[in-house]
C-alpha cells in the first residue's frame, strides 16, 4: 500500500488544462459507476462524511473521508483510499485535502463554461478561499480570453489578494462591492464558495434573466429554488434531501448535457441553478490519476495482513 501526502500531490506539475478535462472525463463516465449518496455524521458543528464509490471503467473503487471540526485549523480535514477492484487490494491511502480543491474548482469552472450564456461578460464572487481560487484559476485558463468584469464581495483583504494572484489578466476589470445584493445584480455568472450564510444572499429581483448560479457549498441561495427555470445537478440522489427539491422546475444532470442526452440552457433568458455539491468519482478518477503519476515515488507500507484463513 503507498501513502500519498499532501505534498507529494501539491508538488506535481498538474496544469488547468489537464483538470478541467478530468472532471469533464470522470461526469462522463458516470453511467459506468456505482455512486451511493454519501452518509453524513453531524453534531453541533462537526460532520464527517463518507462517500463511497466505484468506478467500473477505471477497475478502482474507493472512499473519501471528510471531517469538519470548526475549532481545527483548518476546519476542513479529507482522506481518501483508493482500492483495486478487481482484488479488493488497498492500493493506497491519501490525503484528501488538495485534491478536493482541485476537483471541487474543476467542476465550477466546468458549470460556467458548459451553462452559463455565450460571451459571458460579468462574474460575481463571494468568498476567496482555496477552492475559489482554484475555480477562477482553472476557468480563467480555459475560456476564451475577452473582456471580463470580477465583482467580489468586500469581505478582509479579498478585494488586493483577488487583484494580487491576476494581475497579468489585463483583460479582466476587478471590483469590489460592498453587499451581496451588487454581487448578484447584473452579473452573468454568480459562483459563491462561502461555507455559512444565515438565509438567503439576496431578494429575487436581484437576478437577471439568463444569470447562472453555482453556489459550490449550497447556501444562500434556496429562494432561487422556487423560481428559477433550471437545476443542473451532479447527482439527483445527493439533492433529492433539499426543502424544495419536489418544487424545481427542471432537474437534469449534468452528465446527461455533456452526453448530449438532455438540453443545458435552452435560452438566453432562462436561470439555471447549478448544485455540484461534490460526489466521490471526482475524487476517485482524480486520484487514480494522481496514483498512476507517484506509484513509482511513493513510500509504501504494509500492514502484514493475513493472506491465509486464520482463527481468532
Same mark, same amino acid.
Given at each position: 500500500m503507498k501513502v500519498i501526502t499532501f505534498d507529494d500531490i501539491l508538488n506535481l506539475p498538474i496544469d488547468s488544462k489537464t483538470v478541467y478535462d478530468w472532471v469533464k472525463t470522470s461526469f462522463k463516465h458516470k453511467p459506468e459507476t456505482h455512486l451511493p449518496p454519501k452518509i453524513s455524521m453531524s453534531n453541533e458543528g462537526i460532520f464527517i462524511n463518507v462517500m463511497p464509490c466505484i468506478l467500473y471503467n477505471e477497475g478502482v473503487a474507493g472512499v473519501k473521508i471528510v471531517s469538519r471540526y470548526p475549532e481545527r485549523t483548518p476546519t476542513l480535514n479529507s482522506e481518501i483510499l483508493l482500492y483495486d477492484y478487481d482484488t479488493g487490494a488497498l492500493k493506497a491511502i491519501m490525503d484528501g485535502n488538495y485534491?478536493? &480543491?482541485?476537483?471541487?474548482? !474543476?467542476? &465550477? &469552472?466546468?458549470? +460556467?463554461?458548459?451553462?452559463?450564456?455565450?460571451?459571458?461578460?460579468?462574474?460575481?464572487?463571494?468568498g476567496f478561499g482555496n477552492v475559489m481560487r482554484k475555480t477562477l484559476d482553472i476557468l480563467f485558463d480555459v475560456m476564451e480570453k475577452r473582456p471580463l468584469e470580477v465583482k467580489i464581495f @468586500?469581505?478582509?483583504? %479579498? *478585494?488586493?489578494?483577488?487583484?494580487?494572484?491576476?494581475?497579468? %489578466? $489585463? %483583460?479582466?476589470? *476587478? +471590483?469590489?462591492? $460592498?453587499?451581496?445584493? $451588487?454581487? +448578484?445584480?447584473?452579473?452573468? +455568472?454568480?459562483? @459563491? &464558495?462561502?461555507?455559512? !450564510?444565515?438565509?438567503? *444572499?439576496? @431578494?429575487n429581483d436581484c437576478f437577471k434573466k439568463g444569470c447562472l448560479v453555482v453556489p459550490i457549498h449550497t447556501l444562500g441561495f434556496q429562494n432561487c429554488d422556487l423560481f428559477f427555470d433550471k437545476f443542473v445537478v451532479d447527482d439527483i440522489g445527493h439533492v433529492k434531501g433539499f426543502k424544495y427539491f419536489d418544487r424545481f422546475k427542471q432537474v437534469t444532470e449534468l452528465t446527461d448535457v455533456l452526453l448530449g442526452k438532455r438540453p443545458g440552457r435552452v435560452d438566453d433568458d432562462e436561470r439555471i441553478l447549478a448544485y455540484c455539491i461534490g460526489v466521490a468519482i471526482h475524487d476517485i478518477f482524480f486520484i487514480n490519476r494522481i496514483y498512476g503519476m507517484l506509484a513509482d515515488k511513493a513510500r509504501e507500507i504494509d500492514l502484514n495482513q493475513p493472506i491465509e484463513k486464520y482463527w481468532a
Open positions: 485534491v478536493t &480543491a482541485l476537483r471541487t474548482g !474543476a467542476v &465550477a &469552472a466546468l458549470c +460556467v463554461e458548459t451553462l452559463a450564456v455565450q460571451d459571458y461578460s460579468v462574474i460575481g464572487i463571494m @468586500s469581505y478582509k483583504d %479579498h *478585494f488586493e489578494e483577488l487583484k494580487r494572484r491576476y494581475k497579468g %489578466h $489585463d %483583460h479582466i476589470n *476587478f +471590483v469590489e462591492v $460592498d453587499n451581496y445584493e $451588487d454581487v +448578484v445584480r447584473n452579473s452573468d +455568472v454568480v459562483i @459563491s &464558495a462561502i461555507t455559512r !450564510a444565515e438565509g438567503d *444572499f439576496c @431578494s
